[in-house]
């Protein structure tokens, strides 16, 4: 009936879309085109290495920032992805035989945990559903208790401890505490090649952008609405008919999923992956990127993580001896100036203009 | 909230752009840069900070006496931060941005195993300052630190002399420990003597009361020491506060040495016995020179240790092959390195052209109540390095599946 009305309703929503995606646009040109052509290789895999990080940060971003679940121990789910995919690795150049590090711990045959990892598919299958899973199961212990707040917190870190001792104890399953290392080659691709790792970093910057995406279409659903609700409110959810733990676990999956993921792409692209990766500092250190990003924002929480570790890298270059304490003072001053991080202080700034 | 987002790709850009532009300009002809990558924080940086400091000063002496090849040596130097990954990335940073002829640098196995990979690919050289548990043997790296039958093997057949036949294995757990403890388990089996306990407690752990009274039950002759940094302070006293004494049950410690006895505590640890190639003690002319250089420029209370020695020996040896080589070039070097030999303050020490280890004499010590160790017994010559133990029959099959 009023159709001539349609077209600018149609048109705006059009610009609406287009406007909200051009930024979007504007980033993956610079991180797919850009990034490859101007950098070195050597910086380009440390781009990457934040990048993967910054997948994590995006899943701790949906599961802190939307659903107020502050987990403390998702260095263990991305540690379940790198060591499966290092596994795999492993298992692929050993040919049949044992990897290096059982040589010298003393194992002389394969364990039966080991077999499966030598297929590619299973191996990443289990990269990212060993995370889920193990977050499925926890979610649904933990959250129809109702546990929550600094109690989920500590839980998660406790687990992240745990989860240090159990690989560093099992050093014939596991490598112990140096890990796994010495990759060769990946689908037939020799890892030492700058061309390999360029193809890599693609294919984690597209990784992340997908799931960035994803995440964000997903916030914007019914779900996404659900779940800021549950983290304002869980009793009145609960009161309304949902089930709150439901979309607690849900989103704890996804975002262990994601960490899995990320923890699968980091094995080629560093070339190592080991307990120190993913105990408690690790995890921390990823809750603080996103703290300093901005974990009310999903872009924040990506933001965080390849702020921090640029940070990072380039504070321990420039200053080997006490670097510690300025990145330590960076987030202070994040946190004191935008205690709503970057991703805060950039939405105040503009509001401020608005006006 | 939303940020907007060209804001976002405005910061990308610009760190991407930061990322760049910090390349070195062209490496200037009268210098020679070499990288040094220890642990300047954590865990480890109380140990491998002392050795960072023993190369500086054997770069600074090298440079004071005309340099190499008529070109001073500068040195990068970077964290490693006691973790393993770090260690990789920050080799890799020197080698392909800075360019350095060389790194010298790890303390832990596993931060060597680390960097192993990015230095066989990058075909550029590590000198590895640390005693440590073999079957290693890397054609990038050369291994200034003892390897185990120039340590271990050494002090097991000090305890046998000394005739402790029964021994407790007590260590830290992670990959030095346990391959120490499988060759000294074989040893034992060939020689007999008895394994009365083998006990791992993770690293950083302090609690010891149950430890100590498994091993005081056992009665042993002795204790065969693998734990590592502050475990040994807890350990230590709790077997002191047992009635433990170094005469009655000596513990025989391979990790210990100057800088960690003050640690420790004298008090705790005075009179037991400890494997090394070097002590702060030891009694030759360079040793003289590098203790008086060593505590002139850091502090007169400083003490020297056998992983600064061989740190400080790298930095001399590597000096050497590039002098022979007559360029810093990695191949040559690596081709001018065997064979090469120095009089250090722990002796003479000669390059194995095989695998790339030094010859070294081996030395066990007893602590003193001035917290320094005093020699008790030497190999009388250096001896070759044998990673793998080929020349001990009943170590075959221990080098694994390699």
Redesign the interface.
């Known amino acids: 009936m009023n159709r001539p009305r349609g077209m600018p309703v149609l048109r705006s929503r059009v610009l609406t879309s287009i406007r909200r995606h051009?930024?979007?646009a504007?980033?993956a040109v610079?991180?797919l085109v850009?990034?490859p052509l101007?950098?070195?290789?050597?910086?380009l895999?440390?781009?990457a290495?934040y990048l993967c990080y910054a997948i994590v940060a995006l899943g701790i971003g949906l599961a802190w920032g939307k659903g107020g679940m502050l987990t403390l121990g998702q260095g263990v789910f991305f540690g379940l992805g790198g060591y499966s995919m290092a596994m795999y690795l492993k298992l692929t150049e050993a040919e049949g035989?044992?990897p290096d590090?059982?040589?010298?711990?003393?194992v002389?045959e394969l364990p039966a945990l080991w077999a499966p990892f030598a297929n590619p598919v299973f191996a990443l299958g289990m990269a990212v559903l060993g995370p889920v899973l193990l977050a499925v199961v926890l979610g649904t212990l933990v959250f129809r208790q109702r546990v929550r707040g600094a109690y989920f917190a500590i839980l998660t870190q406790a687990l992240a401890a745990a989860m240090v001792?159990l690989l560093?104890?099992q050093?014939g399953l596991t490598g112990?505490?140096?890990?796994m290392?010495?990759?060769f080659e990946l689908f037939g691709q020799d890892l030492?090649d700058d061309s390999t790792q360029r193809g890599l970093y693609l294919v984690v910057a597209s990784v992340l952008g997908l799931l960035y995406l994803g995440t964000r279409q997903l916030v914007e659903s019914r779900y996404g609405r659900l779940l800021v609700a549950v983290r304002d409110g869980e009793d009145r959810v609960r009161f309304l008919g949902y089930d709150p733990a439901l979309v607690k676990t849900v989103t704890f999956a996804l975002s262990a999923g994601m960490a899995g993921l990320a923890g699968a792409l980091f094995v080629p692209v560093?070339?190592?992956i080991?307990p120190?990766?993913l105990g408690i500092v690790p995890s921390l250190e990823l809750v603080v990127a996103v703290a300093v990003g901005?974990r009310?924002?999903l872009?924040?929480a990506v933001?965080g993580a390849?702020?921090m570790g640029?940070a990072k890298?380039?504070f321990?270059?420039q200053f080997?001896?006490g670097?510690?304490y300025l990145q330590g003072a960076l987030f202070i001053l994040v946190m004191t100036l935008a205690p709503?991080g970057?991703?805060?202080l950039?939405?105040r700034l503009?509001n401020a203009r608005a006006a | 909230?939303?940020?907007?987002?060209?804001?976002?790709?405005a910061?990308?850009?610009l760190?991407?752009?930061?990322?760049?532009t910090?390349?070195e300009s062209a490496a200037q002809s009268n210098e020679i840069k070499v990288g040094l990558l220890h642990s300047?924080?954590g865990t480890m940086a109380i140990s491998e900070v002392t050795v960072r400091d023993a190369e500086l000063l054997a770069i600074d002496e090298i440079n004071k006496a005309g340099g190499v090849l008529g070109k001073k040596l500068v040195p990068v130097?970077?964290?490693g931060?006691s973790?393993?990954?770090?260690f990789?990335?920050?080799a890799?940073?020197l080698i392909?941005?800075d360019k350095v002829a060389a790194v010298f640098g790890g303390w832990?196995?596993?931060s060597r195993?680390?960097m192993?990979?990015?230095f066989e690919?990058h075909k550029a050289l590590l000198w590895y300052p640390v005693q440590y548990?073999g079957?290693e043997s890397s054609p990038y790296i050369f291994y200034t630190g003892a390897t185990t039958n120039q340590q271990i093997i050494p002090g097991l057949d000090y305890l046998r002399e000394q005739g402790k036949k029964r021994l407790f294995l007590v260590g830290s757990?992670?990959?030095f420990p346990?391959?120490a403890n499988?060759i000294i388990k074989a040893y034992a089996a060939a020689n007999g003597m008895e394994i009365l306990g083998e006990e791992y407690t993770?690293?950083g752990h302090t609690e010891y009361s149950t430890l100590v009274n498994k091993v005081t039950q056992a009665r042993p002759d002795a204790v065969f020491n693998t734990l590592n940094g502050d475990s040994n302070v807890a350990f230590f006293k709790q077997l002191k506060s047992a009635g433990a004494t170094a005469e009655s049950m000596p513990v025989l410690s391979v990790s210990i040495a100057e800088e960690e006895v003050t640690g420790i505590g004298v008090d705790n640890i005075a009179g037991h016995p400890v494997a090394w190639n070097y002590y702060q003690t030891t009694e030759t002319p360079a040793n003289e020179a590098f203790v008086q250089a060593y505590k002139a420029k850091y502090g007169q209370d400083k003490v020297t240790s056998d992983p600064m020695e061989a740190g400080y020996n790298a930095v001399y040896l590597w000096a050497e092959a590039v002098r022979k080589a007559g360029t810093t070039e990695v191949e040559a070097v690596r081709k001018a390195a065997p064979g090469i030999a120095l009089e250090r303050p722990e002796g003479l020490v000669t390059i194995d052209g095989e695998n790339q280890h030094l010859y070294k004499t081996a030395r066990i010590g007893v602590i003193q109540p001035d917290g320094l160790i005093k020699q008790v017994w030497d190999s009388g010559e250096p001896i070759k390095p044998d990673p793998y133990l080929k020349g001990y029959p009943w170590a075959a099959g221990l080098?694994?599946?390699?």
């Open positions: 051009v930024p979007f504007a980033v610079v991180a850009a990034a101007l950098l070195e290789p050597f910086r895999g440390l781009l290495k035989g044992l590090f059982m040589g010298w711990s003393g002389e001792i560093v104890g050093q112990g505490t140096n890990g290392t010495n990759f030492a560093v070339g190592i080991s120190a990766l901005g009310h924002a872009a924040g933001l390849v702020v640029y890298t380039a321990s270059e080997a001896d670097w510690l709503k970057i991703a805060g950039v939405g503009r | 909230m939303r940020i907007p987002r060209p804001l976002v790709s910061m990308l850009l760190a991407l752009t930061a990322c760049g910090d390349a300047l924080s130097v970077e964290d931060a973790d393993w990954p770090t990789a990335e920050k890799t940073k392909r941005q832990t196995s596993a195993k680390a192993l990979p990015v690919r548990e079957l757990d992670y990959v346990r391959t499988k993770p690293l080098a694994g599946a390699k």
